[in-house]
C-alpha cells in the first residue's frame, strides 16, 4: 500500500530542494510515494498542452527512479476530444524517466457533472495511458461524498465512471468531504468508484484558509485499506512538520526533521492553536478558556505567568524562521500568534480588559480586514 504525500494545492509550488527534502523525509517508509501535481504549476494544469522547459523538467526528472516512488500527473484544463496526444507525449516521457506510476487529473473543472463528461473524460485518459506499464491515478470530477449530492448529475457521473474505467486503474477520493473530519465512507466511495479509493487527504491542506496552518498528529487517520496521500501546505515547513507525523502514524519514531529547526517550543504553540480545521491542541482549548476567563473578570491565576513566557517563546520563534527551509512562509502566521498573545497580555493587565481588547483589536488599529470581519459575522 502506498503511503505518502501529494503536492496537490493551490499556491506556488515547492521548490527542486524542497521537493527532494520531503522525497528523503518519506523514504523511510515501508512504500513511500509522491505524487505531484501542484494546481499553480502551469503546465500542469493551465498549460498542460506546452512541454515542460528544459531546467524544470530536469528537476523532475531527478525525483524520479529513488527511493520514494514518484508518480507524475497532468490536469488537462478545458481540454478537447483530440488534445490526448499532448497528454500522452508528456505523461509517456515521464515514464521514460523512470516515474512509479501516472495520474490525469479532472478535479476543479468548470462543467457539470453528468454521465456524458465522464465518458469524455475516461475517453481521453484511455487514450493518452495506452499501453502504459504504469499504475495509473485518476482524480473525477465527483472526488467526495458531498459533491454526489450537491453536483448537478453527481451519481449518473460515478454510475459512468465507474462502468467506463479501465480494470486496475485508481481514482481519487478525498472522503465525505472536500475536508473531511475523518475518513469514515470507505466503503461507500468503493461502491460508488468500482473499486477501492486513492485517498487525497485535505486534512493538513491550507489553500482554502491562507492565514491558518495546520499541524495536527495523526494517529488513526491511515485507512490501512488503500493507498493514502496526505495534501501538505504549500508553506513547505508546515509541510515537512506534517510528514513527520504521517512517518509517526505508520509506526515509525516520531523524529524532529533537522530542517525544521531547533525551536521546538514555538512549534508546540502554533500546533495548540493552528491543530486541525476545526478543534485547537490538546491544552489549547483549556489555554483560550482560561484567557477568556481573565479577560471577563475572573481571576488570571497564572495566565499572565503563562502569557509571559508564550511570548517570549514565540517571539524567538518567529525571529529565527527565516533561518530554516521556507520559513519566510511561516513568519507572518508566527507573528500573527505572537501578536495576539502579546495584545491579550496587555489587556488581562489593564483595568478594563474587555474595552482594553477591543481599543487594541478594532480601534487603535484595526486587526482584521473589512471583509474577513463581515464574513466573521461581525459587521
Avoid at 473543472?109 to 506499464?133: D, H, I, N
Avoid at 453536483?151 to 462502468?163: D, N, T
Wanted: net charge negative; proline share 8%.
Amino acid at each position: 500500500m502506498y503511503l505518502g504525500v501529494i503536492e496537490g494545492f493551490y499556491g506556488r509550488p515547492y521548490s527542486p530542494r524542497q521537493r527532494k527534502i520531503l522525497l528523503e523525509e518519506l523514504s523511510s517508509l515501508d512504500s513511500p510515494a509522491y505524487f505531484y501535481a501542484p494546481k499553480n504549476d502551469p503546465r500542469h494544469r493551465i498549460l498542460w498542452r506546452e512541454p515542460y522547459p528544459r531546467g524544470e523538467w530536469k528537476d523532475l526528472e531527478d525525483c524520479m527512479g529513488g527511493a520514494t516512488a514518484f508518480f507524475f500527473s497532468i490536469s488537462p484544463w478545458r481540454f478537447q476530444d483530440g488534445e490526448w496526444r499532448h497528454a500522452r507525449e508528456k505523461l509517456l516521457r515521464a515514464e521514460d524517466a523512470g516515474a512509479a506510476g501516472l495520474g490525469i487529473l479532472f478535479d476543479d473543472v468548470p462543467e457539470t457533472s453528468a454521465s456524458e463528461l465522464a465518458e469524455r473524460q475516461l475517453s481521453f485518459a484511455k487514450r493518452a495511458l495506452e499501453g502504459t506499464g504504469l499504475p495509473v491515478v485518476l482524480c473525477p470530477s465527483v472526488y467526495c461524498g458531498e459533491f454526489v449530492e450537491s453536483f448537478p448529475g453527481g451519481e449518473e457521473y460515478l454510475r459512468a465512471w465507474r462502468k467506463d474505467i479501465p480494470p486496475g486503474w485508481k481514482s481519487f477520493w478525498t472522503g465525505p468531504r472536500v475536508v473531511s473530519p475523518s475518513l469514515s465512507d470507505l466503503p461507500r466511495a468503493m461502491e460508488l468508484l468500482g473499486s477501492p479509493p486513492v485517498i487525497w487527504d485535505n486534512l493538513l491542506a491550507t489553500d482554502y484558509c491562507l492565514r491558518r496552518v495546520f499541524l495536527a498528529g495523526l494517529s488513526g487517520r491511515n485507512p490501512g485499506s488503500c493507498w493514502w496521500f496526505l495534501n501538505t501546505s504549500e508553506i513547505f515547513p508546515a509541510a515537512l512538520h506534517a510528514v513527520m507525523e504521517l512517518k509517526a502514524s505508520a509506526g515509525l519514531p516520531r523524529e524532529w526533521p533537522e530542517a525544521l529547526g531547533e525551536h521546538s517550543r514555538g512549534w508546540e504553540l502554533m500546533g495548540e492553536f493552528h491543530h486541525s480545521p476545526w478543534n485547537t491542541g490538546e491544552t489549547g482549548g483549556e489555554i483560550i478558556a482560561r484567557l477568556s476567563g481573565a479577560i471577563r473578570g475572573k481571576d488570571p491565576g497564572d495566565a499572565v505567568a503563562w502569557l509571559d513566557g508564550a511570548v517570549e517563546d514565540m517571539s524567538r520563534f518567529a525571529e529565527d524562521l527565516p533561518l530554516i527551509e521556507g520559513g519566510w512562509e511561516l513568519v507572518p502566521l508566527a507573528r500573527d500568534l505572537y501578536r495576539s498573545l502579546s495584545i491579550i497580555r496587555k489587556a488581562i493587565l489593564s483595568p478594563d480588559p474587555v474595552k482594553e481588547l477591543d481599543y487594541l483589536m478594532r480601534i487603535r488599529l484595526p486587526y482584521e480586514n473589512p471583509m474577513a470581519e463581515l464574513a466573521a459575522g461581525k459587521p
